[in-house]
């Protein structure tokens, strides 16, 4: 076993390192999206056709609302970008997703820069935890159109998709709260 010497670990590296990675996880989440959409929308497809190949051999009656749930969740996580888009300009009026130089009561350090690249990474972390929840959320969500689906489910689907909401756009959460409670910084009006 090698030991890692003091001289190859660098926080600066490290952090650059992290920060280059979160473009590429957030690529890799938006395609898993995809195909969770595209899935979504071929069951309810497939369930709409179960339910008329049911009902025209007899006279029984089946549930539209599970296969409606799965199209329309289904699309909305096929069109991500414009979800999410509209999403954060209903909850904060602007899709733009805030900076980390922009939090309330925000200094560097003296004349250094860490703790700057320190908050942009814990930033980029914690969008990519809103993503991930806004989109289970969806998916726990598709689930409540079933007969068989946990008592509460929409509550907590609705949950995780509000929750991702505010999660993308921390760095405004953050400063709404602050201004709510009477922090002064260069978010307050």
């Not at 497809?45 to 190949?53: E, G, L």
């Not at 900076?99 to 700057?116: D, F, P, R, V």
Request: charged share 10%.
């Amino acid at each position: 076993m090698s030991s890692i010497s003091s001289a190859s670990f660098s926080l600066d590296t490290a952090l650059t390192n992290l920060s280059n990675a979160f473009s590429s996880i957030e690529h890799l989440i938006v395609a898993i999206t995809y195909v969770i959409g595209l899935s979504l929308i071929i069951r309810g497809v497939m369930m709409y056709r179960i339910f008329a190949n049911q009902t025209f051999g007899s006279a029984q009656r089946g549930e539209l609302a599970g296969p409606m749930v799965h199209l329309f969740i289904g699309a909305l996580l096929l069109y991500l970008p414009s979800t999410l888009t509209t999403s954060l300009t209903t909850v904060f009026a602007t899709p733009d997703i805030g900076q980390a130089s922009n939090l309330i009561g925000y200094t560097t350090l003296s004349g250094t820069e860490k703790w700057q690249k320190l908050t942009n990474v814990v930033v980029e972390y914690m969008i990519l935890i809103g993503l991930i929840a806004f989109i289970r959320g969806w998916v726990i969500l598709s689930k409540m159109g079933h007969s068989g689906s946990q008592p509460g489910s929409i509550g907590k689907g609705l949950i995780h998709v509000i929750g991702g909401i505010l999660l993308i756009n921390i760095v405004d959460t953050v400063n709404i709260l602050g201004c709510t409670f009477g922090f002064t910084g260069g978010g307050c009006t």
